[in-house]
């Protein structure tokens, strides 16, 4: 869902973001900041007053919306010598007198150029016809006013004909002030001067670029009714208006064959972009049909234009479809309509297509811009192919093309992603090193980075440094740090940015709410959540599907799906259509509360609401069956998945094959893999992969090695994951003596092991009290780079336990923390056993006091060791009595 602009800062929605703000600091116990915030924010609102509108609203077509503020007046030298010229000819020494048409002129010019502020009348006459104390809304456009009813008045001239009022309504068009443009129109008529085609034209232009259709429309049907036939220039200007309204749109364009108005290139180019953007690409090629037969010329730039929006829409072969079409009418491509290629083939994530447009491209001597570069390493980037879009940067340089702001920014975002902080700060040093200065967008990637990586001081301090630098920071780049704050826990910091973003005069939108109900909701303050959103409504904000998502997955987490289904219920109560991320969030939560016959009434209400589950909600809903205590369930909600419209690919019979496979029911698995043979969906090394678990889990060792047989007799390939399989199976049967041939056939296959790998091993060897193996492959392992498990480790104390050796184990347990493996409350238990047959108390003592400081409780085994070994004859009772009072065991 496209996110909502952000509303207009008025005074009555910064009060109530303050009131907001300053609630919070005292739900958190901080009167002192809530009083502190309410006060300093009082004069700053109080001077926010708007000022009165210099027009009032005509009433040709009723009270509308309140326009955009103007754009700031240019400079304008070359209307001095005109208006020079215009005085001269006024006055009673003038040789030749100005007649209407000079006047004509010098108004077009005015209002041509009237985005403007100059209070000055154009000449005495004027002055003495203006309005004393009026103040002009529009600068030059209301020179042009006065000077235009100075001559209505008849001082002189015959007065102002239909061609300067249209200058005049033009004018104001142009500076959006369609009050004025509608004043002016009044005014005519009381002058008897009747609107022809061409001021109609112009108003209706107005209002559709300042974004309003339905008064367009309007301004249409009032032209109709007064006899004046619109023409293609009438129809020409909703297009753009009607973005997203083609119902409308085409009822127009066919209204111009009605009437006997012929499309021209602009029409049929407009509305084939608009069906575009739409996502219909099949209606807008057929348009092109249309004007082709009807012999419109269509050029390169609606060509590009056209391709650049199929590929948007994933439809590469119908861009290229079109490209064919551009050359049969003897149209050259250039660099642009191949660089949207390139673009195309890497949304699709064919970097192998994108790289064949470069190289025709290069067999047409066309050179890629800065645009086609970037396009292919973001293509790179989303695919993981870091070193491959670092290579294609170079090649850029190379080339003379420097990066710009968006080639780093994609670099820096995907390196963050994927390689880590100290890659992405070294592109993004690079960068200010080039001179690219960051925009918004890169800010966004750092501080997100940053803060994922777990350093939120270092965006922090990046952020206050981007603003030093003087670049306006947005809301997004405010609610990000905010986020990131919120989820280290550090509140204060985040209601400060909060507060910033006020005193920025940045408008709180829903995702600014969404930010606080969402860290509200993490921390199980769930009233607190309900008071935002609360305040949200006051102050004219409607909280989105984001905003009751977020609730609903928070009360989910906590197990409390009455609650969530209780928000649900007040979602459809305000007109907020939940998603698929509602419903699904929904069935998980259920799924894993075991409320089966709610979960199935809401797949079956997803349905019905035409959403149907995708791979990934099938994944999300077959994982909390399988944590739930139903996994009985599982083929049976898959069928009501497949019902409501799930797509069966291979990822999905893969996630099913693997759940059943986790709970050992193999034979159910094994029917499914001949449902997916009988679809005609060939099994993947995933599938085998899946399978060879099923087999090992079920002790049956014998059939995942003949699955492996049979992946390797149908051509596929195994993967590391086969091989550690495998041996997980060897080693949980005690037959990791057998390992030396699996770790063979992988060595033949070019593998080499990991650390999962050899954390297999040695803890296989460990159990099975082989020291020297254990340790001579848990050498290599850390002399690799590889760091053991905690469980790893446990095997090999736990032998050496087993062994007395408990110097060595101690020694193991040391190295543990040097290398940042956290000791688990098994470990513990493995080393107080140990030194407990030792009888060695002071290790113990030792240990039991690391134990409460880390909050762990010995098992019942260990304390009856303990007991055994350092209790009084007779005294074992009490003393195991007293160690579990101790513990709370």
């Known amino acids: 869902m496209a996110a909502s602009p952000p509303l207009a800062l008025t005074p009555a929605l910064q009060a109530s973001f303050l009131c907001s703000l300053a609630l919070a600091f005292l739900r958190a116990g901080r009167l002192a900041a809530a009083a502190s915030h309410v006060v300093s924010s009082l004069p700053r609102l109080a001077s926010r007053q708007p000022p009165p509108s210099p027009h009032p609203r005509p009433r040709l077509l009723g009270p509308r919306r309140r326009r955009r503020p103007l754009p700031p007046r240019p400079s304008l030298p070359s209307l001095r010598p005109a208006l020079s010229l215009l005085r001269s000819s006024s006055g009673p020494q003038a040789q030749v007198a100005a007649d209407t048409v000079s006047y004509n002129i010098f108004l077009a010019g005015l209002s041509e150029q009237g985005h403007g502020g100059s209070r000055r009348p154009c000449s005495p006459r004027c002055a003495s016809a203006a309005c004393p104390g009026t103040r002009s809304p529009t600068g030059l456009v209301s020179e042009a006013e006065a000077l235009a009813e100075m001559l209505a008045r008849g001082r002189g001239i015959d007065g102002l004909d239909v061609v300067g009022w ?37 108003l209706v232009a107005g209002f559709c670029h300042s974004g309003d259709a339905d008064a367009a429309l309007e301004v249409v049907e009032r032209m109709k009714a007064d006899g004046v036939e619109p023409n293609v220039m009438t129809y020409g200007a909703h297009w753009g ?133 970037s396009s292919i390493i973001d293509g790179l980037v989303k695919r993981g192919c870091l070193g491959k879009a670092a290579d294609y940067m170079r090649k850029m340089k190379d080339s003379g093309i420097a990066p710009n702001v968006v080639t780093y920014g994609t670099l820096i975002d995907g390196f963050f992603k994927f390689q880590g902080q100290e890659a992405a700060l070294d592109v993004y040093h690079d960068m200010l090193h080039e001179g690219v200065e960051a925009n918004n967008f890169v800010v966004d990637s750092l501080v997100n980075g940053l803060r994922k990586n777990g350093n939120i001081e270092g965006a922090e301090a990046l952020f206050k440094d981007m603003g030093e630098r003087g670049l ?197 698995a094994t029917v499914v893999l001949d449902e997916m043979l009988g679809r005609g969906i060939a099994p993947d090394t995933i599938t085998f992969n899946a399978l060879i678990l099923g087999h090992c889990k079920s002790s049956n060792l014998d059939n995942a090695f003949a699955m492996y047989a049979q992946m390797l007799h149908q051509g596929l390939s195994p993967n590391i994951a086969t091989f550690n399989t495998l041996l997980g199976g060897l080693e949980s049967a005690g037959r990791i003596g057998e390992a030396g041939t699996v770790l063979s056939e992988m ?46 480790y446990n095997s090999l104390m736990s032998d050496f336990a087993k062994s007395g050796m408990m110097n060595q184990a101690k020694e193991l347990f040391s190295e543990m923390k040097r290398r940042g493996v956290l000791h688990t409350s098994s470990t513990y238990d493995i080393l107080l056993n140990g030194w407990s047959k030792l009888r060695n108390g002071t290790e113990v003592r030792i240990l039991l006091k690391d134990m409460r400081e880390l909050g762990f409780k010995p098992s019942t085994g260990t304390i009856s060791s303990m007991s055994r070994a350092f209790s009084r004859p007779g005294m074992t009772c009490e003393a195991r009595r007293l160690l579990k009072t101790l513990f709370k065991v």
Request: net charge neutral.
């Open 472 to 668: 306006l920071l947005d809301h997004v780049n405010y609610t990000t740090l905010m986020d990131g704050l919120f989820k280290t826990g550090n509140m204060p910091a985040a209601f400060k940015v909060g507060q910033e973003l006020m005193e920025r005069n940045l408008s709180p939108d829903a995702a600014v709410y969404n930010v606080f109900i969402n860290c509200l909701c993490s921390l199980g303050k769930f009233s607190e959540a309900k008071s935002f959103l609360k305040e949200m409504r006051n102050t004219g904000l409607e909280p989105d599907q984001a905003t009751y998502n977020t609730m609903i997955a928070a009360q989910c987490r906590e197990g409390k799906t009455s609650k969530a289904l209780k928000l649900l219920k007040e979602m459809k109560w305000s007109s907020i259509k939940p998603n698929l991320i509602t419903y699904t969030t929904l069935v998980v939560g259920l799924l894993e509360a075991g409320i089966v016959k709610k979960a199935k009434y809401l797949l079956n209400e997803m349905a019905s609401a035409g959403f149907a589950p995708t791979s990934l909600t099938h994944q999300r809903v077959m994982q909390a069956c399988s944590g739930s205590r139903r996994p009985d369930v599982i083929l049976e909600i898959h069928v009501l998945m497949m019902g409501a419209g799930l797509h069966a690919d291979i990822t999905v019979y893969n996630t099913l094959v693997h759940v059943l496979c986790c709970h050992e029911m193999t034979r159910k």
């Open 241 to 373: 208006v009607l973005d997203g309204r083609f119902s409308e749109a085409y009822a127009l364009f066919r209204e111009m064959d009605k009437i006997g108005v012929a499309p021209n290139h602009v029409t049929y180019c407009t509305l084939i972009d608009s069906l575009a953007k739409a996502r219909r690409g099949n209606e807008s090629l057929g348009l092109l049909g249309e004007m082709v037969s009807r012999g419109v010329v269509m050029d390169l730039v609606m060509y590009t234009a056209l391709m650049d929006r199929l590929g948007k829409e994933g439809k590469i072969e119908e861009a290229k479809d079109v490209l064919r079409h551009a050359q049969s009418d003897n149209i050259t491509p250039n660099c642009v309509t191949y660089t949207v290629l390139v673009d195309a083939h890497c949304r699709a994530g064919n970097i192998d297509g994108a790289e064949q447009m470069l190289l025709q491209m290069e067999e047409k001597s066309l050179s890629p811009n800065v645009v086609t570069f």
């Open 747 to 792: 060595k033949k296959m070019g593998l080499e092991p990991n650390n999962i790998t050899y954390d297999i091993l040695v803890t296989g060897y460990a159990k099975k009290s082989n020291k020297v193996e254990a340790l001579r492959l848990y050498c290599e392992m850390v002399s690799k780079g590889f760091i053991p498990k905690a469980s790893t």
């Open 166 to 202: 249209n200058a005049l309504i033009d004018g104001y068009c142009k500076v959006q002030d369609m009050a004025a443009a509608l004043a002016v129109v009044e005014r005519m008529r009381t002058q008897g001067v009747t609107l022809d085609v061409v001021g109609y034209n112009t």
